[in-house]
């Protein structure tokens, strides 16, 4: 690759070679004359140059260093973590664990993803903690099969992608225009086929899909709409957050044509729930 026994000061004609050996390399050679010297001067052969230029981005492949933070040992540690707050469906554990939450966040936020904590994602909207997405997945599951869920609120897609683990078909309605389009983007590159995303009013439910053998809300109102609940089958499960300031979760069962049942679970904190779309 180099001279031996080159003297200073160098003459011009070793510049104007040391230019065209470089452009063999890259590119063709501006002249005849170079292309001649050239081939005179340096009858190795300019593969091992471009061997060693081909070489160069291997340390690209290195993951960056923020990738520690949204690692598959962080997101089982939130598991373990959601398990000792009480979560114990070993099929709702499992899904939280398969679901790569950091996925769905903005990635100036990607490193909080397994923290246990609601996070921003737009429009005024929350990504929820990971152990109420949990805890109301189980509570709605009650450790039984699910063949249609139906979740109200789905936000950055990420609850729905866990509801897709547990349950045969899920269907997910969004009010906000944008959020619908955010989880569609994110939840793409998982490929779930057994998820369906809807633009819509999530108040009046959906009835063309109805009945559910489960109903989950995002969002909290004053009362559970009725619509919701005369779209639960007989002995379908609803969970939803329901109260203004202060909050708490409750579960709804379906026992018969007009009868439900209503159990208050624990206090929370959510979204209001609101009419329309936009």
Not at 104 to 119: I, N, P, R, T
Request: include cysteine.
């Amino acid at each position: 690759m180099t001279e031996k026994n080159r003297t200073f000061p160098l003459p011009l004609s070793s510049v104007v070679d040391k230019g065209a050996r470089k452009a063999t390399v890259f590119g063709p050679v501006a002249t005849p004359q170079t292309a001649t010297q050239n081939a005179a001067r340096y009858a190795p052969p300019p593969a091992p140059k471009a061997q060693n230029y081909a070489a160069q981005p291997a340390p690209a492949t290195t993951p960056p260093r923020q990738h520690a933070l949204v690692s598959d040992a962080v997101r089982r540690a939130m598991v373990q973590r959601v398990a000792k707050q009480g979560v114990q469906d070993p099929v709702v554990l499992a899904a939280m664990d398969t679901v790569p939450r950091h996925l769905f966040m903005d990635e100036g936020l990607a490193a909080q993803a397994y923290v246990d904590a609601s996070l921003p994602i737009g429009h005024h909207q929350t990504i929820s903690q990971p152990y109420i997405v949990a805890r109301m997945i189980e509570v709605m599951r009650n450790g039984g099969q699910l063949k249609r869920v139906l979740e109200i609120g789905t936000g950055c897609g990420y609850q729905a992608a866990v509801l897709a683990r547990v349950a045969q078909e899920v269907y997910s309605i969004e009010r906000i225009k944008p959020l619908h389009e955010l989880a569609k983007a994110n939840l793409r590159p998982l490929r779930v086929p057994n998820l369906r995303l809807h633009y819509g009013d999530g108040m009046l439910g959906l009835p063309q899909a109805a009945p559910f053998d489960g109903i989950i809300l995002a969002a909290a109102g004053l009362e559970v709409p009725q619509a919701l609940l005369e779209q639960l089958t007989i002995g379908g499960r609803l969970v939803a957050p329901v109260g203004a300031r202060t909050q708490h979760l409750e579960l709804i069962t379906r026992v018969g044509k007009t009868e439900w049942t209503s159990t208050t679970l624990e206090d929370c904190h959510f979204v209001p729930l609101r009419p329309g779309v936009v």
